[in-house]
C-alpha cells in the first residue's frame, strides 16, 4: 500500500528579494511528491521591495496568495490574513504548518493552532529585536514571539549564536526547542561562474583592472549603506582607484543618493537597483562587504565565497558563525567607519586564498543538505506526534 505523501504548508509574509523567499521557493521546489505535497502561501510584496515571483516561475512554484497577509501592522487586515490561513488549513489539512519571518510566523502559527495543525515550525531566519524598531515595540515583538513559541513544536534558527540569543538572552524558548539547521540555497550557478568574467563590469561602464567593492541587498536601515558610503569616502581618500557598486533597491535609496552627492561620491560609486543574473556580479567584485547593524545568515555572504569574492563584514547576528569568527572572511566591528575601510583595504592589497571557503560553502549551505535535514525532522516530528495522539492529521 503506498503512503500518501506528508502534506507541508509553508508560509511566508512576501516573496520580496531577500534570503528567506529564496529559501521558501527552493523548498517547496525540493519537498514534493512522491513523498511530499507543498503548497506556499505569502501576502504581497510592497511597492518599495524587489519582487522575487520571477524565481517562483523559474522554479515551477505557484504561490497561494492571501492579500491581507502583508507586512505593515493592521489589525483588522491582520485578523483577515489568520482566518484566510485557518481556512485553507482546513482545507488542505497539512501534516506540517512551516512558517518564516516573524508576521507570517505570527499569524501562521496562530491558524495553526486553531486549525489543529499536527506539527507546527517556524523559522527564524534572524530576528527584529535590534536594529528595527524603538525598544519598546521590539520587546512587544519579544513577548509575541514567547506566545507563539508556545504553539511550535519546533523553532529553527541557522545559526547556535540565534539559538543562543533567542533562548538566553529574550527568552523566547527552551534550548531544547530550538533547532539549528543553517541555510540551504542552490550554490550551482554561483560555484560555476568565474573569477573577473566582467559581464557585470560591462554593463555598467567600470574597466576591467579597477579594484571594485560592492554591497548586495534590500536599502534598509539595517543595512546600514550610510557606514558602507563612509568607508568608501575613506578608501577614497587613499586608493582614488576603487570603484564602488551598490546592487538593491529600497526605502532609504533617497537618503543613500543625498549621501553619496554628501560625500562627493557621485564619480566612484554606482546603484545598480535589483539584479536577477547575480552570479557576475560577485565575479567581477573584488571584495562583498557586509555593513549591517544585524544580521541572521544572508545569503549573500553564502553566494559571494561560494563564488570565491572575499568578503568584508561587521561583527553582527549570525555573521561571526557564518565565516568561522573570521577565518573565512574579515570581521570588523560594527559601525566603525574606519575599521570597515581598513579591512576592505587590506583584503585588496592581499587577497585571500577562497578554494577552502567556496568548498565549506557548499557543503554547509547547500539545498540537498537542508532538504535532507528537514525531511528527517518533518518525520520525526510526524512519528513523535503520532505517537502522543495516536494519529498524524489535524482535526483529531
Not at 162 to 181: C, D, F
Request: glycine share 8%; charged share 20%; aromatic share 6%.
Amino acid at each position: 500500500m503506498n503512503q500518501q505523501p506528508r502534506r507541508i504548508l509553508r508560509v511566508i509574509t512576501r516573496l520580496n528579494i531577500s534570503s528567506p523567499a529564496l529559501h521558501a521557493i527552493l523548498l517547496t521546489e525540493r519537498l514534493s511528491r512522491p513523498d511530499y505535497e507543498s503548497l506556499l502561501v505569502c501576502g504581497t510584496v510592497e511597492d518599495d521591495d524587489g519582487d522575487m515571483a520571477y524565481l517562483a516561475e523559474q522554479h515551477q512554484v505557484t504561490p497561494y496568495i492571501i492579500p491581507a497577509l502583508r507586512r505593515p501592522i493592521h489589525p483588522w487586515r491582520d485578523a483577515v490574513a489568520v482566518w484566510r490561513l485557518y481556512r485553507l488549513m482546513r482545507e488542505f489539512r497539512p501534516d506540517v504548518v512551516h512558517t518564516h519571518t516573524a508576521k507570517s510566523g505570527f499569524l501562521g502559527r496562530l491558524a495553526a493552532k486553531l486549525a489543529g495543525v499536527p506539527v507546527i515550525i517556524h523559522t527564524f531566519h534572524g530576528h527584529n529585536f535590534q536594529g528595527y524598531f524603538t525598544p519598546g515595540l521590539a520587546w512587544v515583538f519579544v513577548g509575541m514571539e514567547r506566545l507563539a513559541a508556545r504553539w511550535s513544536d519546533t523553532i529553527i534558527t541557522l545559526t547556535e549564536t540565534l539559538r543562543r540569543e533567542l533562548a538566553e538572552t529574550y527568552h523566547i524558548a527552551r534550548r531544547a526547542q530550538i533547532t539549528v539547521l543553517p541555510l540551504g540555497l542552490d550554490l550551482s550557478p554561483f560555484i560555476n561562474v568565474p573569477r573577473h568574467c566582467c559581464g557585470f563590469r560591462q554593463t555598467w561602464g567600470i574597466p576591467a583592472d579597477t579594484p571594485l567593492v560592492g554591497i548586495v541587498g534590500r536599502l534598509a536601515t539595517v543595512k546600514n549603506h550610510g557606514l558602507f558610503l563612509e568607508a568608501a569616502a575613506l578608501i577614497h581618500q587613499q586608493r582614488p582607484d576603487v570603484r564602488f557598486v551598490i546592487v538593491g533597491d529600497g526605502l532609504t535609496r533617497p537618503e543613500v543618493e543625498a549621501q553619496i552627492e554628501r560625500l562627493s561620491l557621485g564619480g566612484v560609486v554606482t546603484l545598480t537597483g535589483w539584479q536577477r543574473d547575480i552570479p557576475p556580479v560577485y565575479s567581477d567584485l573584488n571584495v562583498l562587504a557586509v555593513s549591517s547593524l544585524n544580521e541572521g545568515t544572508p545569503a549573500p555572504v553564502i553566494e559571494a565565497l561560494a563564488a570565491r569574492c572575499p568578503v568584508v563584514a561587521t561583527a553582527v547576528g549570525g555573521l561571526p558563525d557564518m565565516l568561522d569568527q573570521g577565518a573565512l572572511g574579515t570581521l570588523v566591528p560594527p559601525d566603525d567607519p574606519a575599521a570597515l575601510a581598513e579591512g576592505i583595504l587590506a583584503t585588496l592589497d592581499n587577497p585571500p586564498e577562497t578554494e577552502a571557503a567556496q568548498a565549506i560553502m557548499l557543503d554547509r549551505y547547500g539545498i540537498d543538505r537542508l532538504v535532507s535535514d528537514l525531511d528527517g525532522l518533518y518525520r520525526g516530528l510526524l512519528a513523535r506526534k503520532r505517537r502522543q495522539t495516536g494519529t498524524g492529521k489535524p482535526g483529531a
